[in-house]
């Protein structure tokens, strides 16, 4: 990992090559890929899906073996272990608990002359949740992104997942019965967004799709936003962790590899103001590394894009986290609340040492779909909100029409739109 003290000379130009990192140096070949993938699905349909899914996904697939039949998922369930339906069900039962705090209800007010203005808050009607898969298994993900549009009132979830070799996970299909999922697709990749945009003669167009994905996927997304809706464009995961002397430097060690171990554009940094701390913490890396089953991937993260920070004080430690932006933030100090408290931009919040962040991944409640690479500045965490559209009210009586179309007269003629104006003007009572 590499080393930088804020008070070294060239540290800003350091710090800000740690943040601007580039990630992919084929951005253009897989912008036009997934132009090429988007324009397939909207013509071909099933046809493309079909062959798309057969090519990267590695199987003789079928229109019919799309589809997963809703008794598998409801067998995965009956079939699993009692502890892990156990973990299952208490994560999800948390997850829901939790989203419940964010409905939002209609709401309208009534003034003097009985105008009604307000506001009515409505559920999308149908979502597509997208679910990561190949590499590993998500049930997570499936509990992260369901649960909180079952709580908004979502008539119909559809989840898509890749499925290399026609294979679905137990506990991805337990995960989607729980949290009820209404029908899952055996797809992944860019043409699975294409087809939940687009629609196909098997799969459903949707009105909005979240859940993370690989750079194909959030490409996808990002070139269909305004076809359909979207919750985020999400980048490599991210933590960054601000800690003393307070805490072993094993947990911050740890943590720092639990994310790293994503994948080798993971980032993970520690930034503290003790030196001996980030000592002790560069030790316990190199301590534990070499016991960990993923250090391939962990080693060339934490080489790539991780960093231990040294900072000055505790007013630049605030300072550099809200620069970073992060979407994990843990602060394990002996003030951790205050230092909270003082933070602007992050995804998510982990305060004091026993809030280890994979917590946070699986069962604490709040959502795990962050925003990342510094967009926690101005975005939020996946919720209830994002399956829910706001519609305003407005019903003006005959007597509110009169102060009303004046005002909206004068600023429509100011702005030269006259039919604007006349069109207020209509509504106004000539004086006796």
């Known amino acids: ?3 930088l003290n804020s008070k070294h000379p060239e ?7 740690l943040l601007n990192r580039k990630l992919d140096a084929s951005t253009q070949q897989i912008e036009s890929f997934v132009s090429t993938t988007i324009s397939e699905i909207r013509t071909e349909g099933d046809a493309a899906l079909l062959r798309l899914t057969q090519k990267f996904d590695g199987y003789d697939v079928g229109v019919d073996d799309l589809e997963v039949d809703a008794k598998e998922m409801t067998s995965a369930l009956e079939g699993l272990d009692v502890e892990q339906r156990e973990a299952l069900e208490h994560a999800a039962n ?7 705090h964010q409905l939002q209800e209609s709401w309208s007010y009534t003034e003097a002359d009985g105008t009604v203005l307000g506001q009515k808050v409505t559920p999308i009607k149908r979502v597509g949740i997208y679910v990561p898969g190949g590499k590993a298994a998500y049930p997570s993900s499936v509990l992260m992104n369901a649960i909180p549009a079952k709580v908004a009132g979502v008539e119909e979830i559809i989840m898509v997942s890749p499925c290399p070799g026609g294979e679905v996970n137990d ?8 949290a009820g999922v209404d029908r ?3 797809i992944g990749g860019a043409q699975a967004v294409a087809a939940l945009a687009h629609g196909t003669e098997t799969i459903p167009a949707v009105d909005k799709i979240t859940g993370p994905g690989n750079a194909y ?4 997304k990002k070139q269909l936003y305004g076809q359909v809706g979207i919750d985020m464009i999400a980048g490599p995961s991210e933590v960054l962790v601000i800690a003393d002397d307070s805490v072993d430097p094993d947990w911050v060690a740890m943590d720092l590899f639990a994310q790293a171990e994503h994948d080798e554009l993971a980032q993970a940094i520690f930034l503290t103001v003790d030196a001996d701390m980030a000592e002790s913490v560069q030790a316990s890396i190199d301590r534990l590394l070499p016991d960990m089953e993923r250090q391939e991937i962990i080693k ?3 080489n790539d894009h991780g960093a231990i920070i040294l900072a000055k004080d505790q007013q630049q430690l605030i300072e550099l986290s809200d620069q970073i932006s992060p979407e994990h933030l843990e602060i394990f100090t002996r003030n951790a609340q205050e230092l909270a408290e003082q933070v602007s931009n992050a995804g998510a919040i982990f305060i004091g040492a026993y809030s280890a962040e994979s917590l946070g991944d699986y069962c604490a409640g709040p959502n795990h779909v962050l925003p990342t690479s510094g967009t926690a500045r101005f975005s939020s965490p996946l919720g209830v909100q994002d399956f829910q559209k706001r ?11 009169q102060a009303l179309g004046k005002t909206a007269s004068i600023l429509a003629r100011g702005e030269a739109l006259t039919a604007h104006a006349r069109s207020a003007e209509y509504r106004i009572k000539p004086k006796a």
């Open 391 to 401: 519609t305003s009210i407005i019903q003006v009586t005959e007597a509110g029409a």
């Open 94 to 100: 948390r997850i829901k608990d939790y989203h419940q």
């Open 11 to 17: 540290f800003s130009e350091a710090f800000d090559q």
């Open 184 to 186: 899952f697709f055996k």
């Open 1 to 3: 990992m590499r080393y």
């Open 300 to 302: 060339q993260a934490l």
């Open 217 to 220: 996927v959030a490409t996808a």
């Open 171 to 178: 506990l991805v299909l337990a995960a989607a019965q729980i």
